[in-house]
């Protein structure tokens, strides 16, 4: 893993720098930080990881908390891809959530009871899974993939 020069171009454009992007915010249940009209081109931590490699990562953020533990741990980075459309979700996969009412979270997406709800459950079984509008969510993001130190 390396950390890339922190110089910024002038004029950035998509995905003309190397190396993905280190979001300057940790996941968890909380407020205060999304991910929504960040501009990717200038967030100046950036790590080229050669396992990532031909699969499009689009962005890198900290895992903070115990709700996904044993899967996740506090102190995690997650590697994650944006999704456009709703659509896309796969159910029972991990995501992470820019919500309006929560902030940025990770959780396991699962089918709501109707469609306008998605059912966010935590692989911590301590805590109990709960509902979001499908119109609380800004952005969603796939994890595929996860960096750990011991």
């Not at 915010?25 to 790590?47: C, L, P």
């Not at 959780?107 to 109990?128: A, Q």
Request: net charge negative; hydrophobic share 40%.
């Amino acid at each position: 893993m390396l950390k890339e020069d922190r110089e910024v171009p002038e004029t950035p454009a998509k995905h003309n720098r190397k190396g993905i992007p280190l979001l300057p915010f940790d996941t968890f249940a909380g407020s205060g930080s999304d991910i929504e009209g960040i501009n990717f081109d200038i967030i100046e931590e950036r790590y080229e990881i050669p396992l990532f490699d031909g699969m499009q990562v689009d962005f890198l953020i900290p895992v903070r908390g115990s709700s996904m533990y044993p899967k996740y741990s506090s102190g995690d980075v997650v590697a994650c891809r944006l999704i456009d459309e709703l659509l896309f979700v796969q159910w029972n996969k991990v995501y992470v959530l820019d919500t309006i009412s929560q902030g940025v979270i990770m959780k396991r997406l699962k089918k709501g009871k109707t469609d306008d709800v998605l059912i966010c459950k935590s692989d911590n079984e301590k805590y109990d899974p709960f509902e979001i509008p499908l119109n609380d969510i800004r952005k969603i993001a796939l994890v595929i993939g996860v960096i750990r130190l011991e």
